[in-house]
C-alpha cells in the first residue's frame, strides 16, 4: 500500500474533532512512534483547522492561536522563522508571514531563504541565530502539500515536533526540531501544492510516472497565499503578543 503524497496528518490517520464552530472545524491528531515509523511523519501532535483563509475570520485566528499556544507552552520570546523561496509564489508562505508579522521584544523574525539562493542551508542560518537570541520557542512557518485539492489554501496544520524544510515538495533538508536545535520547535503551514499524479487519482484516473513529478498550483495563488499568510501573522500576534 502507498500512502498518498502529503504533509498533512489527517490525511494519513483519523483524527477526533476538538472543535467545531459556525466558521471552523478543528481537528487534532497524534502519532505515537509507531505510526510515525509507519507513515514517515514526525511524532508528536498534529493540529488542523480549516476555514476559508480570510484574516477576518476571528474564529479561525482564534483557533490557530490556541494551538499555537497549546503546542509552544510559555513562551516570553518567540524566533518566527519563514521558509521557503522567496522567488517562487508557492513557496513564499514563510516569506509572507515574516514581512506581516509585528516583531518587537517579545517576537524575532528570520528569512533563512533556501540553499538554492544563498548556498547555505537554512538549518544553519537558524542554529547561529538561535545561539544568539536564545528563544523559548521557534515557529517555523512553511508552505506544505496536500493530498486532496479542496484543502489546498484552507487546511492550517500546527505541529508541535518541528518540521523538515522543503519535505512538500520531495527537497528534504536538516529537519528543524528541538533534537537538531535544541530549543522548542513547532511549525505552522498551508497546502498550496497538490501532486498532479494525486488530482489524477481523485479523478478516477491511474497516474504514469511522469505525472508524479508535477506539482500543480491553483492560478489565484497569489491572492492566495498572501491571504494565509495575513491569517497565520495574526495568529501568531494574538497567541504571543495580545
Same mark, same amino acid.
Request: proline share 3%.
Given at each position: 500500500?502507498?500512502? $498518498?503524497?502529503?504533509?498533512?496528518?489527517?490525511?494519513?490517520?483519523?483524527?477526533?474533532? &476538538?472543535?467545531?464552530?459556525?466558521?471552523?472545524?478543528?481537528t487534532d491528531i497524534t502519532l505515537d512512534e509507531k505510526d510515525a515509523r509507519?507513515?514517515?511523519?514526525?511524532?508528536?501532535?498534529?493540529?488542523?483547522?480549516?476555514?476559508?483563509?480570510?484574516?477576518?475570520?476571528?474564529?479561525?485566528?482564534?483557533?490557530?492561536?490556541?494551538?499555537?499556544?497549546?503546542?509552544?507552552? &510559555?513562551?516570553?520570546?518567540?524566533?518566527?522563522?519563514?521558509?521557503?523561496?522567496?522567488? +517562487?509564489?508557492?513557496?513564499?508562505?514563510?516569506?509572507?508571514?515574516?514581512?506581516?508579522?509585528?516583531?518587537?521584544?517579545?517576537?524575532?523574525?528570520?528569512?533563512?531563504?533556501?540553499?538554492? =539562493?544563498?548556498?547555505?542551508?537554512?538549518?544553519? =542560518?537558524?542554529?547561529?541565530?538561535?545561539?544568539?537570541?536564545? $528563544?523559548?520557542?521557534?515557529?517555523?512557518?512553511?508552505?506544505?502539500?496536500?493530498?486532496?485539492?479542496?484543502?489546498?489554501?484552507?487546511?492550517?496544520?500546527?505541529?508541535?515536533?518541528?518540521?523538515?524544510?522543503?519535505?512538500?515538495?520531495?527537497?528534504? &533538508?536538516?529537519?528543524?526540531?528541538?533534537?537538531?536545535?535544541?530549543?522548542?520547535?513547532?511549525?505552522?503551514?498551508?497546502?498550496?501544492?497538490?501532486?498532479?499524479?494525486?488530482?489524477?487519482?481523485?479523478?478516477?484516473?491511474? $497516474?504514469?510516472?511522469? +505525472?508524479?513529478?508535477?506539482?500543480?498550483?491553483?492560478?489565484?495563488?497569489?491572492?492566495?497565499?498572501?491571504?494565509?499568510?495575513?491569517?497565520?501573522?495574526?495568529?501568531?500576534?494574538?497567541?504571543? =503578543?495580545?
Amino acid at each position: 500500500f502507498m500512502y $498518498p503524497i502529503t504533509d498533512m496528518a489527517m490525511e494519513l490517520k483519523t483524527g477526533s474533532i &476538538r472543535r467545531k464552530t459556525e466558521h471552523t472545524v478543528r481537528t487534532d491528531i497524534t502519532l505515537d512512534e509507531k505510526d510515525a515509523r509507519r507513515l514517515g511523519k514526525a511524532q508528536g501532535t498534529y493540529i488542523t483547522v480549516e476555514a476559508d483563509a480570510d484574516a477576518d475570520n476571528d474564529e479561525l485566528v482564534s483557533s490557530l492561536a490556541d494551538g499555537l499556544k497549546e503546542t509552544s507552552g &510559555r513562551a516570553d520570546k518567540v524566533l518566527v522563522v519563514g521558509l521557503g523561496n522567496p522567488h +517562487l509564489t508557492a513557496d513564499m508562505l514563510g516569506n509572507l508571514v515574516t514581512d506581516k508579522i509585528e516583531t518587537g521584544e517579545r517576537i524575532k523574525a528570520l528569512r533563512p531563504s533556501v540553499t538554492g =539562493v544563498t548556498g547555505i542551508e537554512s538549518f544553519d =542560518v537558524v542554529k547561529g541565530v538561535c545561539n544568539v537570541i536564545k $528563544p523559548d520557542v521557534v515557529v517555523a512557518v512553511d508552505s506544505l502539500a496536500s493530498a486532496t485539492v479542496s484543502r489546498i489554501g484552507r487546511a492550517f496544520q500546527i505541529c508541535s515536533s518541528g518540521i523538515t524544510p522543503g519535505s512538500g515538495v520531495g527537497n528534504h &533538508r536538516i529537519r528543524l526540531c528541538y533534537e537538531t536545535l535544541g530549543v522548542k520547535v513547532v511549525s505552522i503551514g498551508v497546502p498550496l501544492v497538490v501532486y498532479a499524479s494525486t488530482i489524477a487519482e481523485e479523478c478516477g484516473g491511474k $497516474p504514469d510516472g511522469k +505525472l508524479s513529478e508535477l506539482i500543480v498550483t491553483p492560478k489565484d495563488i497569489d491572492y492566495l497565499v498572501d491571504r494565509c499568510a495575513e491569517v497565520i501573522s495574526k495568529a501568531l500576534s494574538k497567541a504571543f =503578543v495580545t
